[in-house]
């Protein structure tokens, strides 16, 4: 069996993600996670808003079809299925500041993906932290 043995490693890099967040960015810049994994660490450390956080979204907002869109939109950028101008278009169409990647999600793995033609603001072994307006950051 495929045991994953560096568990804490991962977990620490992702809060320590959220940590960079809060402390480089304001309280109101919009933060997206993949729309479609259990939002623990969002919910644990982001303290940013978001535009469609897993279940959360759906169940709490009373926004169904908003949250049914955006999370299509948002989709292909962590599935790896995203063409190489499709995050600068949900930069531009969406109210987004950034966007974590984790080494979770698809587009990680996934060769010649769109995130590897952008520079992350902020990177890990385990996570990367793109924004939509990158010149905002040192």
């Known amino acids: 069996p495929l045991i994953d043995r560096r568990f804490g490693e991962r977990f620490a890099a992702r ?4 940590a960079w967040i ?3 960015t304001p309280a109101n810049t919009v ?11 969002y919910g644990l450390y982001a303290e940013r808003p978001a535009l469609a956080i897993g279940g959360e979204c759906d169940g709490y907002s009373g926004r ?8 299509q939109a948002m989709r292909p950028l962590f599935s790896g299925d995203a063409a190489l101008q499709d995050f600068s278009e949900a930069c ?4 987004l500041d950034l966007l974590v990647i984790t ?6 793995r996934t060769k010649d993906s769109w995130i590897h033609h952008y520079r992350p603001v902020y990177s ?3 996570s990367a ?7 905002n950051f040192p």
């Open 31 to 41: 933060v997206e996670a993949n729309p479609d994994a259990v939002a623990y660490f």
């Open 92 to 95: 531009r169409s969406l109210p």
């Open 129 to 135: 932290v793109f924004a939509c307006r990158p010149q």
């Open 64 to 71: 169904t079809l908003d949250c049914y869109t955006l999370k």
């Open 15 to 18: 809060a320590d993600t959220f």
């Open 103 to 108: 080494d979770a999600d698809q587009v990680w």
């Open 22 to 24: 809060r402390s480089h």
């Open 124 to 126: 890990s072994e385990f």
